[in-house]
């Protein structure tokens, strides 16, 4: 990712004062709006925090070809089961395959609804599916191919006419329009959901890049990963944002109360992630530390949530 230069320390500082405090004012809550967690893993379903904030939604990342992996299809057996569990409603959402040396091969139309068949045998409660993850990112199998991703979205809807299909989650990055463009000429059926992953958008402080999706597309648009960014394990760091616990409160702040109000097509943010995994973590956007104590990002969250029910409160007494 191209990214601009950081902001010095103090700005972030006044960044966060003015606008993580939970009291401080904010765009008002949709009501249509609903929040859920990206998260692989399955503690957070078991958290008290995770109960405390009543969310309903929770998104997983799953290899295309996982239902011929035994261990793959082991894991996701535990967190769909868990999510079962707390009444989460599942997005799952196709990726690259994690066997080795095939983690670049792109599957045939045929191929992936094979392993969509299975993964509705096994979990036939599961309706809600994203054809893939970050198609546009190049090292991804579809960076050069959204004629083939097109494909794919046709084929999964043609396969199951009542499941809500997102034709592909994008990243927000330079090749977003292109690849987007690409693909709508040559979907047969029209998109009625889209996923987009916004993090420069959320992390640089601007809103251009979720403006051009929608711009580009109709029908609703979800934020499927989104998040302030605490830390990023990468080579190319130039230019790049500040990558701190308060960076990422005001990143999910902004997300909130810039990104969400662009349009009432934004339906759904899904942030990205609960906790991390270890201190090795390549990636921490993380609402919780290794400590388990929330981060700032954790109460940005649970404010607006709160938001969120006292307008849909609001709305249902005017409707009575």
Not at 16 to 40: C, D, F, H, R, Y
Not at 48 to 61: G, M, Q, S, T
């Amino acid at each position: 990712m191209t990214i601009l230069p950081a902001r010095p320390p103090r700005l972030v500082a006044i960044l966060l004062l003015s606008t993580v405090a939970v009291g401080a004012s904010a765009a008002p809550a949709p009501a249509a709006l609903s929040v859920g967690i990206a998260e692989q893993k399955v503690q957070m379903f078991t958290d008290p925090h995770f109960k405390e904030l009543n969310i309903r939604k929770a998104r997983r990342l799953v290899p295309w070809d996982a239902m011929n992996l035994g261990y793959e299809r082991d894991a996701i057996d535990e967190w769909v089961s868990r999510a079962r569990a707390v009444d989460a409603r599942p997005l799952i959402t196709f990726g690259h395959s994690r066997q080795a040396g095939r983690e670049h091969v792109a599957p045939t139309p045929a191929q992936l609804v094979a392993q969509f068949r299975k993964f509705r045998e096994r979990y036939p409660d599961v309706t809600e599916f994203a054809t893939w993850n970050e198609p546009n990112l190049c090292g991804e199998p579809l960076c050069h191919k959204p004629e083939l991703a097109a494909r794919y979205y046709d084929a999964l809807t043609a396969a199951c006419p009542d499941c809500t299909i997102l034709a592909a989650e994008v990243l927000d990055g330079p090749t977003m329009a292109s690849w987007v463009t690409a693909f709508m000429k040559h979907v047969k059926h029209k998109p009625r959901f889209w996923g987009l992953h916004n993090y420069l958008d959320a992390n640089r402080m601007r809103t251009s890049g979720t403006r051009e999706l929608l711009r580009l597309v109709t029908g609703q648009l979800w934020f499927t990963e989104t998040g302030g960014i605490v830390k990023r394990r990468t080579t190319n760091k130039a230019g790049g944002f500040p990558e701190t616990v308060a960076h990422a409160g005001v990143a999910t702040r902004w997300i909130f109360d810039r990104l969400v109000p662009l349009s009432p097509r934004i339906t759904r943010v899904y942030l990205y992630h609960w906790n991390p995994a270890g201190p090795r973590d390549s990636w921490d956007s993380a609402l919780f530390g290794l400590d388990g104590r929330p981060r700032p990002s954790f109460l940005v969250v649970k404010a607006r949530i709160a938001r969120i029910a006292a307008a849909r409160r609001t709305a249902s007494a005017r409707r009575r």
